[in-house]
């Protein structure tokens, strides 16, 4: 499985626009990006997920360029809500550990007023 | 639907006891996870199931024992609990390469 390297922690403001990027270099060509939130106590919450380019939601944008070596979580404009443990995680679709999907250190946002 | 659920939601095991959390998804979801996840860690994989009938081990399989006798369920037994797997564990499932659902979490402490 491809490992994963996010910072342990990035620090914003409210109003501001926050990009997390994750390090895959390892990825293989079947595998898919996945980002995760989660708060206290709770258990992760699906993100947005892609395999290349760009993917937008209603909460999220995920940039994958070309080599898909890296990715970037975008969140638009957060809030003290958004204050919350972010994973990139990257999932095999084949191969011998299909199904298997391991989670990183995650990144610790704070987002102050 | 419920979605997945976890019982218990807290329980407390001296050293040496054994118990078996529970995990039950209504989707019809093929695939299910056991994570523990410590105080201020990440969420690391215990086992996972991509199916009825099959089984395979994750990054701390060591102390667990899982089955999958049903798309349903996925119970996870602790025999001889020790102090160091006290930690919240999360059940998750998921169909196909869709996304993961989590349940709430059983929170266990090993005295």
């Known amino acids: 499985l491809a490992k994963t390297t996010q910072p342990i922690s990035m620090d914003s403001y409210e109003g501001q626009e926050v990009n997390i990027t994750c390090s895959h270099n390892n990825i293989a060509t079947n595998d898919y990006i996945t980002w995760y939130q989660q708060f206290p106590s709770q258990g992760p919450r699906f993100i947005i997920q892609g395999y290349k380019t760009k993917v937008t939601n209603e909460v999220a944008s995920l940039f994958i360029p070309a080599d898909r070596k890296s990715s970037t979580l975008s969140l638009p404009r957060v809030s003290l809500s958004d204050t919350a443990v972010y994973y990139c995680?990257?999932?095999?679709?084949?191969?011998?550990?299909?199904?298997?999907?391991?989670f990183g250190q995650g990144t610790i946002l704070t987002v102050h007023p | 639907n419920a979605g997945v659920t976890q019982t218990p939601k807290f329980r407390i095991l001296k050293i040496g006891q054994s118990m078996t959390l529970q995990c039950t998804q209504d989707m019809n979801h093929n695939y299910m996870y056991w994570y523990r996840q410590d105080p201020g860690m990440g969420l690391k994989l215990i086992y996972y199931?991509?199916?009825?009938?099959?089984?395979d081990k994750g990054e701390v399989p060591n102390g667990y024992n899982v089955s999958r006798s049903t798309t349903e369920d996925f119970p996870l037994r602790l025999e001889l609990a020790a102090p160091s797997q006290t930690s919240v564990y999360f059940c998750?499932?998921?169909?196909?390469?869709?996304?993961?659902?989590f349940g709430p979490g059983t929170r266990l402490t090993v005295l």
């Open positions: 998750a499932s998921r169909q196909g390469f869709n996304e993961q659902f």
């Open positions: 995680l990257v999932g095999n679709a084949g191969g011998t550990s299909y199904g298997k999907l391991t």
């Open positions: 199931s991509v199916g009825a009938g099959i089984t």
